[in-house]
């Protein structure tokens, strides 16, 4: 073979790697090169050694000591016993990370195509995920709290001024808490599987967001302090609390269940009354609750009744299931919103928020018109609001 023909060869697929990186296919990098994500931006894609994402630490721990530490997962994660078979990396020490495309941009880290098929083709191979509707109303919500910071230090300084808090309960890989923080605001997360938790705080670790992130591996349900077996479903983004003895469960893992009034109430967002046992408030606290918990989501809202009669939350995203026996269930969690002021936002046409006083009326009412309007759907993400903030 001539020389002018491997140089052609060679130009033919330096063109067809371009090709390939606009197209948003992008390129892996081999292990062995340093990990530094300002020098990887102009690529859609890439692979690393685990080890380069393992110094992240929140630093929003001074106003949420007891959370967990990115540090103590990665520590988890890589002494991995036989006997902790829980805690194990899908990836077997890689990091498989993609920055998304639209607005804004983050880096995430995903599972590989095997173990968590749907998030490698959406987020890893488009750049985007599947719930536009969600993605449409984040950005709606938190716009752009603050200018986009050039460094880890100036972000920090300017997320610092604007006191927007987002929870984001049932949290999986953390892309809609890597969003939130885009928008400059401080997170509160709530995920139940440790290999989740180890691609969360990678994206953490790769966006600079740690001093932004409060991580908690607790189940949010109705009752506090209860020690519920996790489930894990047919993608790691299935993940629900089980009472102990059900199968299916994931090498006995247990996690320790919070309410939503109990953390409000722990860290001062809700007060006793003098005398008369009820609570008082310091309203708007959160900017955003999203709610994801694939079918735990009325036991969230059980556990939260003070906390949403109150309106600590301007805004609530959640998965509503309504079909066949879950109506019952979907009537009660639309009266406690609707008890708590909120309205819906974004609702079909006519669909109207009724707005009687009798709360579980005014709910049935609202339910038997999106039924009608959604046909054969079962599940709808919804959009709840505060009309008075």
């Not at 062995?32 to 929003?60: G, K, P, Q």
């Not at 953390?174 to 691609?199: Q, T």
């Not at 967002?269 to 994801?292: F, P, Q, Y």
């Amino acid at each position: 073979m001539s020389a002018t023909t491997i140089l052609s060869s060679l130009a033919i697929i330096f063109s067809l790697l371009i090709v390939v990186h606009n197209w948003g296919v992008g390129l892996r990098l081999a292990a062995e090169r340093e990990f530094d994500v300002s020098a990887l931006s102009d690529f859609s894609t890439l692979m690393i050694s685990s080890n380069r994402c393992a110094e992240s630490e929140t630093t929003l721990a001074d106003r949420f000591p007891e959370a967990l530490a990115c540090s103590q997962v990665n520590q988890r994660i890589n002494n991995n016993s036989a006997q902790d078979s829980a805690w194990f990396d899908p990836n077997g020490g890689f990091v498989y990370a993609r920055k998304t495309i639209g607005d804004p941009q983050v880096w995430i880290s995903v599972h590989n195509q095997s173990y968590d098929p749907l998030r490698w083709k959406t987020l890893y191979e488009r750049g985007e995920y599947y719930e536009h509707v969600v993605l449409y109303r984040f950005n709606k919500i938190l716009g752009r709290q603050t200018a986009p910071s050039p460094t880890a230090v100036e972000n920090v300084i300017a997320h610092t001024k604007n006191n927007c808090l987002v929870m984001d309960v049932g949290a999986n890989i953390g892309y809609y808490s890597m969003v939130a923080a885009a928008h400059g605001c401080d997170v509160i997360a709530f995920e139940l599987l440790p290999s989740n938790l180890f691609r969360y705080c990678q994206s953490v670790r790769l966006n600079s967001f740690d001093a932004q992130v409060a991580l908690y591996q607790h189940g949010v349900s109705d009752v506090a302090g209860s020690q519920l077996h996790v489930r894990v479903g047919r993608n790691p983004g299935e993940s629900s609390l089980r009472p102990a003895g059900e199968s299916r469960l994931m090498g006995g893992l247990t996690v320790t269940t919070v309410t939503l009034d109990s953390f409000s109430r722990d860290h001062g967002w809700l007060e006793v009354e003098d005398g008369s046992g009820g609570t008082i408030a310091k309203k708007n606290r959160i900017k955003l609750l999203k709610i994801d918990v694939e079918g735990g989501e009325f036991r969230v809202m059980e556990g939260g009744q003070d906390f949403l009669r109150h309106g600590l939350a301007e805004h609530v995203l959640l998965e509503m299931r309504f079909g066949g026996y879950l109506y019952d269930t979907a009537v009660k969690m639309v009266a406690i919103l609707f008890q708590g002021g909120y309205m819906v936002r974004d609702a079909p046409q006519n669909v109207q928020n009724p707005r009687t006083g009798n709360f579980t009326h005014d709910a049935e009412v609202f339910l038997t018109q999106l039924r009608k309007v959604t046909s054969l759907q079962r599940m709808k993400d919804m959009w709840f609001y505060q009309p008075n903030e």
